[in-house]
């Protein structure tokens, strides 16, 4: 049992802790490990909150609907959006009134860290009930959606914080995480219920089947790419603004 749980954890938390290594260490000036480990903590234990939220809707679910319907009904109520509100409140209660959020990258770090907070534990529980096939697949596909859509809030928190907009632009955040988040997880869900459907003839299900995994492709690419250049460009301002100081403090005496 033991050496099940340290393989179990081991396959599930490589892959986070890689990604948190990357987010950290893109950061010129990198946020406190103190402040770092209770995000990511309150990210694991956001999970409470979010079972709690998500179930008074799993028993509620119009399974005499439409495959659509009855997908996009668990993807967003059972998932998406109180995943995405849990991960909201971590960002704007506790990290963004930390005096180490001081510039816009901090956003898309705390926020990474939140969101692989609760991935970690939603991670250990599916890899010790599917096994190491489940870790690998999940490391290329559900882990980065949750650092991507945790990246895109902590984005709009630090923009409401250090730019013009405020409030609104965090909401803009909130929903657009959970518009990748839920049509991301539409797709799964709408696959699986297409596998078991008695009711379309196998061409069609095959057909449904393709176009729900074209959706996921494109939702997981795109919300990579975005994630990606966006830390890539916030790192280049820091570092733009690095070298300013640096030739303000030492000015050409020639």
């Known amino acids: 049992m033991i050496s099940r749980l340290v393989v179990t954890a ?3 938390l490589i892959p986070i802790l890689l990604l948190l290594r990357y987010f950290r260490t893109r950061d ?7 402040v770092l480990r209770q995000t990511f903590w309150l990210g694991v234990l956001s999970v409470i909150p979010v079972i709690l939220l998500a179930l008074p809707f799993t028993f509620f679910v119009p399974r005499s609907s439409s495959v659509t319907v009855t997908a996009l009904y668990l993807a967003f ?15 704007t209660r506790f990290c963004a009134r930390r005096p180490s959020f001081d510039e816009p990258m901090d956003g898309i770090v705390y926020g990474v860290t939140a969101a692989l907070g609760f991935a970690a534990l939603e991670n250990i529980l599916y890899v010790w009930d599917s096994g190491w096939t489940t870790a690998l697949l999940r490391a290329f596909t559900s882990i980065p959606i949750h650092a991507a859509t945790g990246a895109m809030i902590g984005y709009a928190v630090a923009r409401a914080r250090f730019g013009p907009a405020k409030r609104f632009t965090v909401w803009k955040g909130f929903l657009a995480a959970v518009l990748v988040h ?5 797709g799964l869900i709408a696959m699986e219920l297409y596998a078991d459907s008695a009711v379309l003839s196998d061409e069609a299900i095959g057909d449904q089947i ?14 990579v790419v975005w994630t990606i250049r966006t830390t890539r460009r916030l790192r280049s301002r820091q570092l733009i603004a690095e070298q300013m100081r640096e030739d303000s403090s030492n000015p050409d005496d020639g």
């Open 28 to 34: 010129v000036h990198p946020e406190p490990r103190r």
């Open 210 to 223: 393709y176009v729900c995994f074209l959706l996921v492709l494109v939702i997981l690419i795109g919300s």
């Open 77 to 91: 109520l059972t998932a998406a959006i109180p995943e995405e509100l849990l991960k909201l409140l971590v960002v």
């Open 182 to 186: 839920g049509l991301y997880d539409y």
């Open 10 to 12: 081991a396959f599930a």
